[in-house]
């Protein structure tokens, strides 16, 4: 039973992979065709400048990021090894006194674990920003495309629809 639960995960999520794999390059292929009949070589040009743009703004701001997710490991690793020294070797600090010195290192470390943590959140919030901004922007344009190609241009679609039933298409 396992084994027939895995091959169907594993065939779902190649097909869902696929799907992606060839649907997306067909929306860009079709998107670029309709936006050049409609406005010439300046609306895919315009399309994917947008694009190249957002990308990378996006790796500006992706890429402090990654390090911040590095240094969070390393410094969970610390504080991990430091309190698992001092539990280790608990009696002795008791016995020789050095209650103060492990409690202040042991603060070091889950200090610097807060604070990187905090830095990440704080990243993450301008990139998320950055991304669903680029994403609701984009949508929009596809729309004023679409609009000043019909109402200005007057080059998307047929000269004896009406507006209504041009966007209604």
């Keep these: 039973q396992r084994v027939t639960r895995d091959v169907e995960a594993f065939t779902k999520s190649m097909g869902t992979i696929l799907e992606k794999l060839f649907q997306s390059p067909t929306n860009v292929i079709t998107y670029t065709i309709l936006t050049y009949r409609a406005l010439g070589w300046q609306g895919p040009l315009f399309c994917y400048s947008y694009f190249a743009l957002g990308s990378i703004v996006n790796k500006l701001l992706i890429s402090p990021i990654a390090n911040l997710w590095f240094r969070q490991e390393v410094a969970e690793g610390d504080f991990r090894f430091s309190h698992v020294s001092l539990r280790t070797n608990a009696e002795s600090i008791a016995f020789f006194g050095g209650e103060d010195r492990e409690r202040q290192r042991n603060e070091h470390f889950f200090a610097r674990v807060i604070r990187n943590r905090w830095s990440i959140v704080k990243r993450m919030f301008w990139l998320n920003f950055h991304t669903n ?14 609009a000043f190609a019909t109402f200005v ?9 009406t507006p209504g039933q041009l966007m209604a298409r």
């Design 153 to 161: 241009l007057q080059t998307y679609g047929r000269k004896e629809e």
């Design 133 to 146: 901004l680029f994403g609701y922007i984009g949508s929009i344009l596809n729309l004023f495309i679409i």
